[in-house]
Structure formats: structure tokens, C-alpha cells
């Protein structure tokens, strides 16, 4: 059976969900904002529509819908969410929302999973906690089966931090840098749609390898596989002075995160670690 799929916010992660669909014969309707990559998405043989996610919209029926677009960063909560679910008719094959693991806010280091209480201190992890909670409303007033899928860090090709390693930008000491999750694109792409079709209705499952690493050990395996000089060091209190507020929001969260419950519904990573995975990015 082929399936009509929508993706809003069909951008990097969108188009590698796309692929996974075209390969099994499916049409896809992929959502952007503007016509550049609206022209790309028609060369992977991606239907494109262009809307503006701030205003009213006519949403396209579809069987399946993969949200993967942010909310504004103005506010929240994510209006944006909100506008399509007042008229949106439930897909039949399932809503796919693209959260984040900020939701869990500081957890001091300790392994979590999808059981954690959910406490965002960071206004992003707020704005996707709000969504999660009106994706909920609305799939109990409509019987719809809708699936949240929280990510952390994501890289993959075009995702590197190229041109902030190449100006020297400080980090935080390794001895002092929190964990951290990650995640290759590719497996979140497959990630979503096998939770998309396997997952329990209602449910949230984390996106992650498993192998959490620090930031600083990030930014430096990086700087090592670009050939980069390796970015200097700060301790917190410097860098609290230095940095910005939004890069120390990273820093001042600590979790370490598995993917059990994903992994039960038969998704595994391609990229088991970090380590092996960032050599696939250039």
C-alpha cells in the first residue's frame, strides 16, 4: 500500500525521511518557506509547498504527517502547531512530532529515560514541551494516533560546526562540560519513520545512539577530523562571561540518554557512537 506523506518543515531531516518514503514507492508533499528549496525537493521527487507556517494555511490531506518544523523562537509555545491542528483531520497512518530531549531540563549526568518527569528550563525545551502537550489535546479530541519523538544533537554532513572551529571560538573544559546526546541524521530519519509505523499511539520515545559524550569531546573530535586546530578551553566561570547565553543553556544541562524503547520497535542506529559516525559526515 503507498501512502500520500506530508512533511512540514521539509528541510534536512524532512528530505531524509523523503528518501525513505520514495524508496517504497510513496508520494511526498514536503512543506518549506521559500522557493529555493522548493526547486531541490522537486530533483528528489518531492511534491513542494510553499507556505508560511505564521499565517493560515490550507493543509493537503494526507495518510501520514511528520512535523518537523521549530516553533518560533518569539514565543512559548509554537503557534505554528496550533494553526494547522484546529482544522487538521486526523492522517490515518499517524502524526509524527519532532521534539527535543530539552524537555527533561538538568538531570546531573544521570541516565533517563521516557519516564522522566518533564521539567524544561531552557525557553526551547518550553516551547517544545507546550507543543507536545497540544499535540496531546488534540489527538484525545480526535482519536488521532499521534507519536513525539525527542532528539538531542544531531549531526551529520552540512551539520559540522566548520565555521566556528575555524574562528576559535572557546569551549568549556572537558572536566567540566556536561553530557551530552547525539544522534546522525540519517538514523533519526529512520528513527521517525519506524516510530511513525511501529510506535504505540500516544507515546514518546527518545532518539538517541546511546553513547553520550561531553560537548567539549564533540567539539574536539571534530576539530580533529577537519584537520582544525583544537578550540581553547575554558572553566565555567569564564565561560559564563564569555559565551553566549544561548550556547550556555548546553552547557548547564546534563543527561545521558538510551534509546531503549525505540530500539524495541526494531530501529537500531547505523551509527552506533559518535566516534564512528562523524567520519561519514565529510
Not at 483531520?89 to 541516565?111: A, E, I, K, M, N
Amino acid at each position: 500500500m503507498t501512502l500520500r506523506v506530508l512533511i512540514v518543515g521539509c528541510g534536512d531531516i524532512g528530505l531524509r525521511i523523503a528518501r525513505l518514503h520514495r524508496a517504497r514507492g510513496d508520494s511526498i508533499i514536503g512543506v518549506v518557506r521559500r522557493s529555493e528549496p522548493a526547486d531541490m525537493l522537486r530533483g528528489f521527487g518531492v511534491t513542494p509547498l510553499i507556505a508560511d507556517l505564521d499565517r493560515a494555511w490550507s493543509v493537503p490531506l494526507a495518510d501520514a504527517l511528520y512535523w518537523c518544523a521549530p516553533p518560533p523562537a518569539a514565543t512559548l509555545d509554537d503557534p505554528r502547531l496550533v494553526l494547522v491542528l484546529r482544522a487538521l483531520p486526523p492522517p490515518p497512518h499517524g502524526f509524527l512530532y519532532v521534539s527535543t530531549t530539552g524537555v527533561y531540563g538538568d538531570c546531573q549526568g544521570r541516565w533517563i529515560d521516557e519516564s522522566e518527569p518533564l521539567k524544561p528550563q531552557s525557553e526551547r525545551g518550553q516551547r517544545r514541551l507546550a507543543a507536545e502537550l497540544q499535540l496531546r489535546t488534540w489527538a484525545a479530541r480526535t482519536g488521532a494516533k499521534t507519536v513525539t519523538l525527542r532528539v538531542p544533537g544531531i549531526y551529520g554532513p552540512g551539520r559540522l560546526p566548520i565555521e566556528r572551529l575555524k574562528t576559535g571560538a572557546p569551549i568549556l573544559k572537558g572536566e567540566e562540560s556536561p553530557y551530552s546526546n547525539r544522534i546522525h541524521a540519517d538514523d533519526l530519519a529512520r528513527a521517525a519513520v519506524v516510530a511513525l509505523a511501529q510506535g504505540v499511539a500516544g507515546a514518546a520515545y527518545n532518539a538517541s545512539d546511546g553513547v553520550p559524550t561531553t560537548m567539549a569531546d564533540y567539539f574536539l573530535q571534530c576539530a580533529a577530523l577537519l584537520g582544525l586546530p583544537a578550540p581553547p578551553q575554558l572553566g565555567m566561570a569564564e565561560a559564563r562571561a564569555r559565551l553566549t547565553p544561548a550556547l550556555m543553556s548546553f552547557m548547564e544541562e546534563s543527561r545521558r540518554i538510551g534509546a531503549q524503547q525505540l530500539r524495541a520497535l526494531g530501529w537500531s542506529p547505523q551509527h552506533a557512537s559518535l566516534a564512528e559516525g562523524l567520519p561519514h559526515c565529510i
